[in-house]
């Protein structure tokens, strides 16, 4: 074993090493900062385990005068661990001091908030990845009880709890040197991207992934998809080896929930019960090491990297979900200030880092979850930055969803402390969320906003270069689609929600989302009146979840669930804006009802890819290796498809699809605006094709002229009534309409949909759509100059109906 030795000592102070573990190729030697302004003393040390052993050497630090501690050492090179011990004005150094000692002790906070404590060994910020995460279950295995991360004066096993040393169970940094290729960025137009969000591990955990290419090989464009190793299940390379399925699919983007290390009890497939969504960010340069094959040190970046390339070979992107508003780190007990238990962050500069009250009370109140990060401090800023420049430039990431992204935009150290309603304030000109969205535009990258949290709803308000999940649109879809008649929000949302994103750079700004990680699965909600969240394993229990989804059990009609089902991906993919599915929704997923199975590490919660191929897909069993263990609720019946078939899933397949070969459906602008030749106009009529729908329509007609944009007419007529509803259909002219889509169960025997260059010639005259259903008609020929899309009058900014 190499030791850690101290090099050039002397330069330390002076030094502008940057923050984090740094590996010279020339040199060897290696150099480490860290951010700790107020710290009156600095201990970097070094360890052989992770976990088990006491360090095994150990430097002093030097103060630099922008308030980062520096060393050069030798022995700490790629795949070595670091942490550090802080010593400050509440708790200054005494020679006496030993670890577990209360040698210099004067109070767990010093007078501007800061907690240091030498017994609490801290891992760095930086750390490209750390060794493991607090409620690592083998802490319990070798005899921890979790007791020892607390500061404060009570009693911990006969001691004052601030006297527990962490040494042997504290996460350590690992340093990583790694020259592996995420492979070129797609680059692809915002405008053009169509969503999946999926969960690393539920992507292909379920055992029906060894399957996977075996179950899709006889799906027309599904052939080039493999089966998953049965040791790779539920990895980084797993999910990489899932491009050629979303390729085929027709989406272009990957969006991964958080991927950062978080602090949870899942190990590979045990099902822990704490953050297996990730939402407890830890470390913000670390990839999950749970997420990789490859557990070595260095492996999860390496791993993660792998899994990028793959996704970039295959022409498609990765964001990644972030979760800068808050971390995992163990905030205030029972509300008294003294008792803490930081790992990380709050070890080094709580003031900084830390939301806090005026007696030190850490807050978490825009995010109800933890610790709100400050945003009023440069160095919570200037974290997010440069994690952000690390993923998109090291590890080869094409976007960010910013998680409770409002709270990157309050500025609470302006205000008065205490007065929350100071703090609610959000500044769409915070210099973080212009320079967030500046580092966007330099690199190519988007960043998307999830524009609430519980301080705010600010859909519309982030600066020029964000786009935000659009949770207008999902309301109005929902509502509209269960017979509300809200037809006016419809079409404001189908159009692209005009009026909150002209400005904002264009409807490609909208990404617009039915469902999403947080809530029920699209079959879900055409399945169930309320959540289901407490049911035995493994479909709960789980706690929280809003109560109002805006859903219908569809009066337990399988068929009708199914045509809303329908209903639904239809209405996604041929509104203005970016669609955004959730993993699963394709062919049915359903959770039982589970609307926030957030600590859920099990196999109901798994993608089961054997569904995607059946023709009764919720009556398969959940886990094929115990098949009468767990049932899910039939929630899909048995579709009116040949075996073997799944029409939902070849459905999704072939609307995606059109949506990623038709310019038409892929706008970047309003019809309305002195924009480019790219515009497309939507007009909207009512079925008789005369003035716009009136108030509380439940049918309407949608004309979607895109000649402009090098693309084709059509004609989609929706009816939400529980009748069928007659539409006329415009002349042909110089060509003929082709059928499409018709969502109604007397179409399921063909899935739904109808190849465009073979499908059925609607003639003019009449069309008769079916109750609760959706059809869709393409025109083939010359562009139809009756259609009434040149004549037309604005009503409302980007809506127009015929005169």
């Known amino acids: 074993m190499t030791v850690m030795t101290a090099v050039a000592q002397g330069a330390w102070a002076g030094a502008s090493w940057p923050l984090g573990a740094h590996v010279s ?50 022995g700490l090179g790629h795949g070595s661990l670091y942490a550090f011990r802080c010593w400050g004005r509440n708790w200054p150094y005494d020679p006496a001091w030993e670890p577990g000692s209360g040698a210099g002790f004067v109070s767990d906070i010093d007078q501007d908030g800061n907690r240091f404590n030498p017994n609490k060994v801290l891992f760095d910020p930086y750390a490209l990845e750390i060794t493991h995460a607090p409620l690592d279950p ?79 090989h006889g799906v027309p464009g599904f052939e080039d998809v493999v089966d998953i190793p049965d040791e790779l299940r539920g990895t980084y390379r797993a999910a990489g080896m899932m491009a050629p399925y979303l390729k085929a699919l027709g989406l272009t983007t990957i969006e991964l929930l958080p991927v950062q290390e978080t602090d949870s009890n899942d190990i590979g497939e045990t099902q822990g019960g704490a953050n297996h969504w990730g939402y407890m960010t830890m470390a913000y340069f670390a990839p999950n090491r749970d997420y990789s094959s490859d557990t070595s040190w260095g492996g999860p970046t390496r791993e993660f990297k792998e899994m990028v390339r793959a996704f970039h070979e295959h022409g498609l992107e ?50 109800g979850t933890a610790n709100q990060v400050n945003f009023s401090s440069a160095a919570a800023c200037h974290l997010v930055l440069d994690s952000l420049a690390y993923w998109t430039d090291v590890m080869g990431i094409d976007g960010f969803r910013f998680d409770l992204a409002p709270v990157l935009g309050r ?29 966007g535009e330099e690199r190519n990258v988007e960043v998307v906003a999830e524009a609430w949290d519980l301080w705010g709803y ?41 009026r909150h994103f002209a400005d904002q750079g264009g409807p490609q700004r909208s990404i617009n989302f039915v469902t999403a990680h947080d809530g029920f699965t699209m079959m879900d909600l055409v399945s169930f009146n309320t959540k289901q969240n407490d049911q035995p394993f493994p479909f709960g229990p789980s706690d929280g979840g809003a109560d109002d989804n805006t859903s219908w059990d569809s009066g337990g009609d399988h068929a009708l669930r199914r045509t809303r089902w329908r209903n639904f991906w239809t209405l996604l993919f041929l509104s203005r ?40 897909p919720t009556q398969l069993p959940v886990d094929p290796r115990d098949p009468g263990a767990y049932a899910y609720y039939d929630v899909v019946g048995r579709t009116d498809a040949p075996a073997g078939t799944n029409p ?64 084709s007419d059509y004609l989609v007529m929706v009816n939400m009534d529980d009748r069928p509803r007659t539409f006329q259909v415009a002349p042909d002219g110089a060509g003929f309409w082709r059928r499409l889509v018709d969502t109604a169960p007397w179409a399921e025997p063909v899935g739904n949909h109808w190849d465009p260059e073979a499908a059925d010639v609607i003639h003019e005259g009449e069309y008769v759509v079916h109750p609760w259903s959706i059809a869709v008609l393409r025109h083939d020929g010359e562009h139809l100059p009756d259609l009434g899309l040149t004549t037309q009058i604005s009503l409302s900014p980007g809506i127009h109906y015929a005169t």
């Open 577 to 616: 804006g970016v669609p955004m599915v959730v993993s699963g929704d394709e062919y049915g997923r359903t959770q039982n009802g589970n609307n926030n199975p957030w600590a859920l590490n099990t196999v109901g919660m798994w993608n089961n890819w054997a569904q995607a191929v059946s023709e009764a």
């Open 648 to 711: 939902l899933f070849t459905f999704a397949a072939n609307v995606a699809n059109l949506r990623r070969v038709e310019p038409a459906l892929r706008q970047r602008n309003w019809g309305d605006t002195e924009a480019d030749n790219g515009d497309v106009s939507y007009l909207f009529r009512s079925p008789d094709l005369g003035q716009g729908p009136g108030e509380n329509a439940r049918a309407l007609s949608l004309g979607i002229d895109g000649s402009s944009a090098g693309g």
């Open 411 to 439: 500025t609470p150290d302006d205000w008065r402390p205490d007065d929350w309603a100071d703090q609610k304030k959000f500044f769409p000109q915070h210099p973080l969320l212009e320079d967030i969205a500046r580092l």
């Open 318 to 367: 990765v964001y990644i979900d972030v979760v800068y508003n808050h971390t995992a780190e163990g905030g205030n007990v029972g509300g008294d200030p003294d008792t803490t238990a930081f790992t990380s962050l709050g070890g080094f500069a709580a003031d900084e880092y830390y939301v806090t009250t005026a007696d030190h009370v850490l807050l978490d109140g825009a995010t």
């Open 138 to 216: 083998r802490i319990g295995a070798l005899g921890g009880d979790g007791g020892f991360w607390g500061t404060g004066g009570a009693d911990y096993h006969g001691r004052p709890r601030r006297e527990a040393d962490t040494a042997v169970w504290a996460p350590k940094g690992v340093v990583v040197v790694d020259t592996t290729s995420p492979g070129e960025h797609p680059h692809i137009d915002a405008h053009v991207s169509a969503v999946y969000e999926a969960h690393v591990k539920n992507l292909t955990m379920h055992p029906s992934a060894i399957r996977l290419g075996e179950l899709l």
């Open 25 to 74: 190729p020339s040199t060897g030697s290696t150099t480490v900062a860290v951010h700790a302004p107020a710290a009156t003393r600095v201990a970097l040390e070094s360890y052989a385990e992770a976990l088990g052993s006491p360090a095994t050497a150990a430097v002093e630090m030097a103060r630099g005068a922008d308030g980062a501690w520096r060393a050069q050492v030798d």
């Open 458 to 498: 600010e859909v519309g308000n982030f600066p020029p270069g964000w786009a935000e999940w659009n949770g207008r649109y999902r309301d109005a879809v929902r509502g509209f689609a269960k017979g509300d008649g809200n037809v006016q929000a419809l079409m404001d949302m189908v159009n692209g929600d005009y």
